[in-house]
């Protein structure tokens, strides 16, 4: 362990990590459109109902903000349901 933290070695990738055009196009389209709020949800920046959420729900995430920490573990989570959920509608449609 480092000074300032857990440090993890990771493995070379020997392919380039990338997500699929349309799903980052509607990522890119979530940019300043949610917020996380005093409880630790997701809500609509400036009220009103949230929807479903499509895409990570937090494209840019600035190192200096507060809530930075659950912003990518927001898109976190919501990377690993749209996993979770094509695979059952590969199953479904099968």
Not at 5 to 26: N, R, S
Not at 60 to 78: L, S
């Amino acid at each position: 362990m480092g000074e300032d933290g857990w440090i993890f070695q990771t493995a070379k990738l020997d392919f380039e990590f990338k997500h699929d055009d349309a799903y980052m196009e509607l990522t890119r389209k979530n940019e300043g459109k949610y917020e996380i709020d005093d409880k630790g949800f997701i809500v609509l920046k400036g009220g009103g109902e949230k929807g479903m959420v499509l895409g990570m729900p937090f494209p840019t995430v600035d190192p200096k903000d507060p809530k930075a920490a659950e912003k990518i573990m927001e898109n976190h989570h919501f990377m690993f349901y749209r996993r979770v959920a094509r695979l059952d509608l590969r199953l479904l449609s099968g």
